[in-house]
């Protein structure tokens, strides 16, 4: 964690030093101003390149930034990821498709104006395949209107602009994938109330109705991927950074959990280096994949690496925080709600796509050498 905190302070200097001593119940609260914190110390541009003003970290920099985040607040490590790894998709997207003037002018302007960027992929729809878009976008003259809706969607209330998946009208009926950029402020955009839980409720994680939007079409992205054929390499890219970050996150909620339990001295010697190596492996997991991205050009290994790694982190992080609850004791758990929003917490991996259950035939496929496929 330490290791974490110190990149934290490198690549967004004075954002750990403004929360770090807030109450934890504050920045979970809806309407804290960590999302502001984050802006303030040029978080939007964490991984835009230097060369459009931002900070160009590097995969390696931003999972141990979001650890970092993490243990100050889970709710604005979630919130964040979903941002990053946003931007990080954008950024290959526009990369990949030679695009002109305006859409790296756009990306400058995330790093130039921290613009927070919401993900209105099609994630989380029960009886959906992650990669069908939960949004239609239809041709009108000068654009298209898009309609749909997502949710959960992180970032509702304090995004400037979405990123949303959208069935575009293909050749013979067939549909294609587009990436609309849709500002925050378009007409046609409503937020309903979503998110009921107590735990994370700092994300902003409502939900996002879109009604006759307008997007103009220089802000219609087009990857040329046909849906339900598989994957690219683009969307490749956002499962592989969308793993590492989220990951990320809650390792670093419950690497607060466990130094509090290693601070109290409670315990036996081999219960707190149990705390010390669960902790250190889930980390070392996610650390060892991003090394690979930053070595190499993400594919398919990469996206079977961050799954793998996710699932074996997810087991851990249960553990380590039942473990690190269990030494901290009741009286711990009874005066302060800090021990039980993050046992909640630590649960939360598991919710967010794909399931293990979804995966495990496509991983056993993986691994015995063919193509992976996350439907």
């Known amino acids: 964690m330490d290791l974490a905190r110190q ?7 004075g954002l750990a030093e403004r929360l770090q001593h807030r109450a934890l119940t504050e920045l979970e609260s809806p309407g804290n101003d960590g999302l502001e914190a984050f802006r303030a110390a040029g978080g939007p541009g964490l991984l835009v390149p230097g060369t459009y003003g931002g900070r160009g970290a590097t995969a390696l920099e931003a999972v141990r930034v979001t650890r970092a985040l993490g243990a100050l607040s889970p709710s604005l490590a979630v919130a964040t990821a979903m941002h990053n790894f946003s931007v990080a998709s954008l950024v290959a997207l526009v990369a990949s498709a030679d695009a002109g003037g305006l859409e790296w002018l756009l990306i400058e302007g995330i790093a130039r104006d921290g613009l927070l960027v919401a993900s209105g992929f099609a994630e989380g729809r029960a009886g959906a395949g992650i990669l069908d878009a939960a949004v239609t976008a239809t041709p009108v003259e000068g654009g298209f209107l898009v309609n749909g809706s997502k949710k959960p969607c992180s970032l509702s209330r304090s995004m400037h602009l979405l990123t949303a998946g959208v069935a575009l009208p293909g050749a013979e009926g067939t549909s294609e994938l587009g990436v609309a950029l849709v500002p925050a402020e378009s007409a046609g955009i409503t937020r309903r109330p979503f998110w009921g839980a107590p735990f994370l409720a700092g994300a902003e994680s409502d939900e996002i109705v879109l009604e006759n939007v307008h997007v103009p079409p220089e802000l219609m992205l087009r990857p040329q991927v046909e849906l339900g054929t598989g994957m690219d390499t683009l969307q490749t890219v956002g499962f592989v950074w969308f793993e590492l970050l989220v990951t990320s996150a809650y390792t670093g909620a419950v690497g607060r959990l466990a130094e509090a339990a290693l601070r109290s001295g409670r315990g036996s010697t081999t219960d707190r280096a149990s705390l010390v190596t669960g902790l250190e492996a889930a980390a070392g997991l996610a650390e060892n994949v991003a090394h690979t991205v930053d070595a190499e050009v993400v594919g398919n290994p990469e996206l079977g690496a961050a799954l793998t790694a996710r699932y074996a982190v997810q087991e851990l992080l249960v553990d380590t925080a039942d473990l690190a609850a ?23 991996l598991a919710f967010h796509p794909p399931s293990r259950t979804a995966t495990a035939q496509a991983l056993l496929d993986h691994h015995a050498g063919d193509p992976l496929r996350v439907l």
Do not use: M, N, Q
């Open 326 to 348: 269990e030494l901290l004791g009741g009286l711990a758990f009874a005066a302060s709600p800090d021990t039980g929003h993050l046992l909640a917490v630590s649960r939360a």
């Open 7 to 13: 990149t934290c302070d490198k690549t967004l200097p």
